[in-house]
């Protein structure tokens, strides 16, 4: 088996670009994307071919009100449904975008690796990971964690 890594969707069409090899059955897909954002057609025929996740919401790190809207930042349930399906793909590579790839999609490959999954020093360098996203991640991976052990 190969090494598990955290790929972001341009440098994973990178590595395809430069004759890496991909079977499909090794990766597995986190889309994060802004809520009632459609997707692309180019995304969905891809994201067809991977285990995957596409979860909207904002990248913020705290409500914020404009006129008679608020919008909130990632919550709990986000981060549980990827603790969810990164449980469930333990054994696999993750390809993690967002809109810019360096936030939302920072805050799981930080968290990937903080697990022992292989960041790439390139993609990590350009990372600022939403701050409210990774704490979500770790208190839910840590009770995830927990109660494992009690049933």
Known sequence: MSRRAIYDEVGFWSHLKNGGVVNHKEFVWIN???PNE???????SHLDKYPNIRIPFWDITCPLSYRDETIYPPTIEDARKIIALIKQFQDKSFIVNCEAGISRSGAVAQFLEDMGWYWPFYFKQLSHPNSTLLKHLKEQWLKWELWKDLI
């Open 32 to 34: 994060i994307c802004n």
């Open 38 to 44: 459609p997707i692309n057609l180019i995304q969905s």
